[in-house]
């Protein structure tokens, strides 16, 4: 069946949604973004679906007019979402380097009352760094002539009281890479000349929209288990790329999907979120905190799009998913993409809010730029086969030229691919073996690295067991038990296993939109490790990593418990009703 789908994505279909989108700029909560979404909503009723347009309140960041004065110059520069404005007069201090904003880098420097030259795009975790090195301004230099806009929020979604302190205290502006040369040649050398940075940022809370399609499974009940497939709508200026790719691709899936819904085993739910781009992923997180309950009972897995179709996006070998899905993602990349999967570990961004609710993930941005094209977005990096989606993402040159029909087919075949499985298969195609094997191996390197100076026996042993009762899950058929009581085991592991590989929090609020290492609920492991053994700091780390170990091991508790609970079920035998 899915090499019939597969011939069946439209080309043309796919054509006329990308001329569509190209038509408006999206920026979260404006005209043009209600006017894309009024067509996304028209193609999706006629495709069969119910339809819900939601409006929500949500703190939104839309970046106006900058420029920098320097000896006596006008030089241009764009500013970024959070950023502070700067008052009517500008802001105005000393310049100083800051190499690549890292933590070395401002500790070498005296940043405070400085406007800091940072090497690369202006980022959240920079941003950070110098607000809290007391700097009262950023210039980001790209390593290109494109100048990219950003969104440098370091909290996730909408912020609360307690995390509104943590936004940019700064006014930020990023210019290109010649004029980066320019204002270090004008200040290199002095110590005291001063720079103005001027710019508007109007942030603030809007309405803005948020589009939910669905259809149940055929026989499924009306609150069964859903797929969730979603992926942003606003844009940087037109975006057709990023994302009206995606959403052509989405409703491409959406229809051929519904063609075929009898052989549906689950539902299927599309979200095309608003403020992913001005509001750091303000939708999504949005509807994660007001649908929490029906998300953890309803969502078997996420699938995550984002920037498909482009031109020159051939590599498809650093494509992203949980290691549950990771057999799912290669053999969509396989057959459909006549590639190998063997990406990163999930990057903490784009839309994955769901992970505290304990709901698996596949992709995010697919094709990528080979690596070796100079052209490329600032991405990549050691062990990278890609280096992002094209020089053009998140500038005003992201147009319906720089889209690719042929790659549009190819992206929209491997995630009806995704999709297809995850709708029609008996048994849920989310393999926890896999994660847990990676927690194994991780904990028994670990375990390596501290020499004894703290005991992960007990995790070992817990994931070790929990493993074994994996095995045993793969033959709960031939012991009797229904495939829908073993799904709704696989999805308890999930809510057990998910929010420990990407949440250091609890589970009903967000981390911040910062980079995560793999099994992020371990990470105090790591931070003990580099203390001094039996220095006060290794006494204080010890607190924080008991901590996390407990609650490491009550989530493999829960795993193993929800297997037990699954296996101890006893059929009952034909008839039996009957007599009774």
């Known amino acids: 069946m899915l090499d019939r789908l597969a011939t069946e994505v439209d080309r043309a279909n796919l054509e006329r949604h990308l001329l569509a989108f190209s038509k408006w700029t999206?920026?979260?909560?404006?005209?043009?973004?209600?006017?894309?979404?009024?067509?996304?909503?028209?193609?999706?009723?006629?495709?069969?679906?119910?339809?819900?347009?939601?409006?929500?309140?949500?703190?939104?960041?839309?970046?106006?007019?900058?420029?920098?004065?320097?000896?006596?110059?006008?030089?241009?520069?764009?500013?970024?979402?959070?950023?502070?404005?700067?008052?009517?007069?500008?802001?105005?201090?000393?310049?100083?380097?800051?190499?690549?904003?890292?933590?070395?880098?401002?500790?070498?420097?005296?940043?405070?009352?400085?406007i800091v030259i940072v090497d690369g795009i202006a980022t959240a975790p920079v941003a950070a760094r110098a607000s809290g090195a007391g700097a009262l301004g950023q210039i980001h230099v790209c390593p290109a002539e494109q100048i990219h806009e950003m969104c440098i929020s370091p909290v996730w979604g909408s912020p609360s009281?307690?995390?509104?302190?943590?936004?940019?205290?700064?006014?930020?502006?990023?210019?290109?890479?010649?004029?980066?040369?320019?204002?270090?040649?004008?200040?290199a050398g002095t110590a005291d000349a001063e720079i103005t940075l001027h710019a508007e940022v109007d942030t603030g809370w809007r309405k803005t929209p948020l589009l939910v399609a669905e259809l149940p499974g055929p026989s499924a009940p009306a609150d069964g288990p859903f797929v969730l497939f979603s992926g942003h709508h606003d844009t940087w200026h037109y975006g057709v790329m990023d994302n009206g790719g995606a959403n052509a691709t989405m409703i491409e899936v959406a229809r051929l999907c519904a063609l075929h819904r009898d052989q549906w085993q689950r539902g299927l739910r599309i979200a095309f979120w608003s403020g992913h781009s001005q509001g750091r992923y303000s939708g999504s997180a949005w509807y994660a905190?007001?649908?929490?309950?029906?998300?953890?009972?309803?969502?078997?897995?996420?699938?995550?799009?984002?920037?498909?179709?482009?031109?020159?996006?051939?590599?498809?070998?650093?494509?992203?998913?949980?290691?549950e899905l990771s057999a799912l993602a290669g053999r969509a990349i396989r057959q459909r993409g006549g590639q190998e999967f063997g990406g990163p570990p999930v990057a903490r961004a784009g839309d994955q809010s769901f992970w505290g609710i304990g709901v698996p993930s596949i992709f995010a941005d697919l094709g990528e730029q080979p690596a070796s094209d100079a052209t490329a977005s600032p991405f990549g990096g050691p062990g990278r086969k890609g280096a992002g989606t094209g020089w053009w993402w998140h500038t005003p040159d992201d147009t319906l030229d720089k889209m690719d029909l042929d790659i549009a087919v190819r992206d929209t075949r491997i995630y009806l691919h995704v999709v297809w499985e995850l709708l029609t298969g008996k048994r849920l195609p989310i393999d926890h073996k896999a994660s847990v094997g990676a927690l194994?191996?991780?904990?028994?390197?670990?375990?390596?690295?501290?020499?004894?100076?703290?005991?992960?026996?007990?995790?070992?042993?817990?994931?070790?067991?929990?493993?074994?009762?994996?095995?045993?899950?793969?033959?709960?058929?031939?012991?009797?038990?229904?495939?829908?009581?073993?799904?709704?085991?696989?999805?308890?592991?999930?809510?057990?296993?998910?929010?420990?590989?990407?949440?250091?929090?609890?589970?009903?609020?967000?981390d911040p939109a910062l980079g995560m290492p793999p099994f992020a609920g371990l990470c105090e492991i790591a931070r003990f490790a580099?203390?001094?053994?039996?220095?006060?700091?290794?006494?204080?780390?010890?607190?924080s990593l008991r901590q996390s170990i407990n609650r490491a091991a009550s989530a493999l508790?829960?795993?193993?418990?929800?297997?037990?609970?699954?296996?101890?079920?006893?059929?009952?035998?034909?008839?039996?009703g009957a007599e009774a």
């Not at 006017?35 to 339809?51: K, R």
């Not at 508790?557 to 039996?576: F, H, M, R």
Request: hydrophobic letters at 40%; charged letters at 25%; glycine letters at 8%.
């Open 26 to 114: 999206k920026e979260a909560g404006s005209p043009g973004e209600r006017a894309s979404i009024d067509y996304v909503q028209a193609e999706m009723e006629a495709l069969g679906y119910d339809v819900e347009l939601l409006f929500h309140d949500a703190y939104i960041s839309l970046p106006g007019q900058a420029w920098i004065e320097a000896a006596g110059q006008r030089f241009p520069c764009i500013t970024h979402s959070f950023s502070r404005s700067s008052p009517p007069e500008g802001t105005t201090a000393r310049a100083i380097e800051a190499g690549t904003g890292s933590p070395e880098d401002f500790a070498r420097i005296e940043a405070g009352g400085a």
């Open 161 to 187: 009281q307690d995390s509104l302190p943590q936004l940019p205290a700064t006014v930020v502006v990023s210019v290109a890479k010649s004029v980066g040369e320019r204002l270090k040649a004008i200040y």
């Open 289 to 323: 905190d007001t649908h929490y309950e029906e998300l953890r009972k309803r969502a078997v897995a996420h699938v995550n799009i984002d920037s498909t179709g482009a031109k020159g996006n051939v590599v498809l070998g650093d494509a992203q998913a949980d290691p």
């Open 440 to 510: 194994l191996q991780k904990l028994r390197a670990d375990s390596e690295r501290l020499g004894g100076r703290f005991d992960l026996g007990r995790l070992i042993d817990r994931a070790t067991r929990l493993q074994a009762a994996l095995g045993r899950l793969d033959d709960a058929l031939d012991r009797g038990v229904t495939v829908e009581r073993i799904n709704a085991c696989i999805m308890d592991i999930s809510h057990a296993l998910v929010p420990l590989q990407h949440t250091v929090g609890d589970r009903f609020t967000h």
């Open 530 to 543: 580099v203390t001094e053994p039996g220095s006060d700091a290794e006494k204080f780390a010890t607190v």
């Open 557 to 576: 508790a829960d795993a193993l418990s929800a297997i037990e609970d699954c296996l101890a079920e006893t059929p009952t035998p034909q008839g039996a």
